[in-house]
T-cell receptor, first 112, second 112 residues
């Protein structure tokens, strides 16, 4: 069963605007990761945030984590056409099996 | 050259045929994973391997088998393909606990 659920399922914004995607999960985690997938391609890792961290930045990306609400958000600032892709959150739970469980993704479309 | 490669990239086959998808990596990672992706369902874990002698079932292992021939090679087999196994299949690698995963380019499999 899916651990993470992204919201919204799809998002269209104008180029230059900020895009925010949210992820909720069910069980306690060791870390949460965000990935990007361009259409039909493999996933690319964007950023990892550990359970004891609240916020992390990487270039135009800002990720927040609220473990009390079991939720995370990914903010992409000053969006570009090249940001058009699907974005997935993935959680590593505290289990020893070391599986990373992916959500269903948010499809982001940047309008010119 | 790509760090994680998958062959074939595309395959069309018929119901009942045996199919093998292959994954190779040059990253030297110990952990390897097979996922399938269906529209609207995100990525679901089929099998994963921590090393050559350690194979584990994922969420949806029925109808699939795997072989870890070497640290760098992890193959996925469909013993008797059926149409609902039509999907995009991804191999991924990781080094150590909980770190980011590196994905291959994917294999698009169609079972008629």
């Amino acid at each position: 069963s899916q651990q993470g659920e992204e919201d919204p399922q799809a998002l269209s914004i104008q180029e230059g605007e900020n895009a925010t995607m949210n992820c909720s999960y069910k069980t306690s985690i060791n870390n949460l990761q965000w990935y990007r997938q361009n259409s039909g391609r493999g996933l690319v890792h964007l950023i990892l945030i550990r359970s004891n961290e609240r916020e992390k930045h990487s270039g135009r990306l800002r990720v927040t984590l609220d473990t009390s609400k079991k939720s995370s958000s990914l903010l992409i600032t000053a969006s570009r056409a090249a940001d058009t892709a699907s974005y997935f959150c993935a959680t590593r739970t505290l289990n020893r099996d070391d599986k990373i469980i992916f959500g269903k993704g948010t499809r982001l479309h940047i309008l010119p | 050259d790509a760090d994680v490669t998958q062959t074939p990239r595309n395959r069309i086959t018929k119901t009942g045929k045996r199919i093998m998808l292959e994954c190779s990596q040059t990253k030297g990672h110990d952990r390897m994973y097979w996922y399938r992706q269906d529209p609207g369902l995100g990525l679901r874990l089929i099998y994963y391997s921590f090393d050559v002698k350690d194979i584990n079932k994922g969420e949806i292992s029925d109808g699939y088998s795997v072989s870890r021939q070497a640290q760098a090679k992890f193959s996925l087999s469909l013993e008797s393909a059926i149409p609902n196994q039509t999907a995009l299949y991804f191999c991924a690698t990781r080094q150590g606990f909980g770190n980011e995963q590196f994905f291959g380019p994917g294999t698009r499999l169609t079972v008629l």
